[in-house]
């Protein structure tokens, strides 16, 4: 069985440039997330899918962050501009439901602003 | 926002030695769980605990869900090279939000 497929592994980009990271969950999966993992902690989460629903962005800055799951499937993030903070793992995970805690991660898409 | 306490935030122990990690925090989870992520992957989930007092074990590794639902501890006994790695634990709360500690790094030398 597949897991969750991330892309790209690795994006250098300048500052104020867009990018766009995307995820295929695991396939029956109807959750799935995105998590921001700065270096030397733990993830911190962006925004919670529920099929194509967002059903929490809360910590997603909204300013230059977007997220969408059209069809309910795989999922892109982007960042538009970029700035150098934005610099991290961006990690995309999955999971039956909501409510178990049990995620499958992906191995991520690292992120550097020069 | 919840944060979960995790210590300590880093070891370096001898191949063989048994190993003691925590998570605390002053709120109330109805799940903890510990992943493992390796340099350059995800984390990868290695025991889950959904009811207080409960005591998981997984191999070499052993957790527990602390009674007042606010805490969680993860064993390791006999350690080996391969257990190198960053330890998370997590929690979940009645809102379906899963949090995560900062990190345990373990290092084993042989």
């Known amino acids: 069985e597949a897991g969750v497929v991330q892309s790209p592994r690795y994006k250098i980009i300048e500052k104020k440039q867009p990018v766009a990271f995307w995820c295929n969950p695991i396939s029956g999966h109807n959750t799935l997330y995105w998590y921001l993992q700065n270096l030397g902690q733990g993830p911190e989460l962006l925004i919670r899918y529920e099929n194509e629903e967002a059903v929490d962005d809360s910590q997603l800055p909204k300013d230059r962050f977007s997220a969408e799951r059209l069809k309910g499937v795989d999922s892109t993030l982007k960042i538009q501009p970029a700035e150098l903070g934005d610099s991290a793992v961006y990690l995309c995970?999955?999971?039956?439901?909501?409510?178990?805690?049990?995620?499958?991660f992906g191995e991520g898409s690292r992120l550097t602003v020069l | 926002g919840q944060q979960l306490n995790q210590s300590p935030q880093s070891m370096f122990i001898q191949e063989g030695e048994d190993v003691s990690m925590n998570c605390t925090s002053s709120s109330i989870f109805n799940t903890w769980l510990w992943y493992k992520q390796d340099p350059g992957e995800g984390p990868v989930l290695l025991i889950a605990l959904y009811k207080a007092g409960e005591l998981t074990s997984n191999g070499r590794l052993t957790a527990q869900f602390g009674i007042t639902r606010k805490d969680s501890f993860l064993n390791i006994s006999a350690s080996i090279p391969s257990d190198v790695g960053i330890y998370f634990c997590?929690?979940?709360?009645?809102?379906?939000?899963?949090?995560f500690g900062g990190g345990t790094r373990l290092m084993v030398k042989p």
């Open positions: 995970a999955s999971s039956l439901g909501q409510g178990s805690g049990e995620l499958f």
């Open positions: 997590a929690a979940n709360n009645a809102g379906n939000m899963l949090t």
